[in-house]
Every structure is written in structure tokens, then in C-alpha cells.
């Protein structure tokens, strides 16, 4: 699949019916996707396979995510510019 192709498809997958996240996520795709790394994408990935209760606890910093990794992502999230 071409990245074109895979870019549409992961803004799809962004999309949680909760503007907050989805800015968040569009934010990591348009700032990091490019430039990251085949193993930070599978937590990306990952990542998007959560809850979304469970992610905005965890965005707000109301709770850890449970896997190391995913709140590595979640951090690196929350820190990119507006």
C-alpha cells in the first residue's frame, strides 16, 4: 500500500467521535507519522485499538496506561505543538 493510501486509511481510523482525541491523533499524524519509526508505529497502532474512555483518562493524566509503551506514545502525543 502506498503511504498516500495508508495516511487516508489511518485518519479514518482516527476518527473516535471525540473532537479532543481525534485532534490528537491528527496532530501525531501530521507532526510524527513520517518520521517515526517502524516500531513506534505499531504502538501507534496499538494505540488506536484502545478504548476511547481508557484513552482520554490516559491523555488527561488522570490515569496510566498500563503498557510502558503506550504511555511513552501518549506522552510524546500530548507534548507535540498545537
Known amino acids: ?12 481510523r482516527c476518527r473516535r467521535g471525540m473532537r479532543e482525541l481525534d485532534q490528537l491523533f491528527e496532530r501525531y499524524l501530521d507532526l510524527r507519522w513520517a518520521q517515526a519509526s517502524e516500531h513506534e508505529r505499531g504502538v501507534f497502532l496499538r494505540l488506536l485499538a484502545c478504548e476511547d474512555d481508557r484513552l482520554w483518562r490516559w491523555f488527561l ?4 496506561a ?17
Open 66 to 82: 498500563d503498557d510502558a509503551e503506550l504511555q511513552s506514545l501518549v506522552d510524546l502525543i500530548r507534548t507535540l505543538p498545537a
Open 61 to 64: 493524566g488522570y490515569d496510566p
Open 1 to 12: 500500500m502506498n503511504d498516500d493510501a495508508e495516511l487516508r486509511r489511518l485518519r479514518w
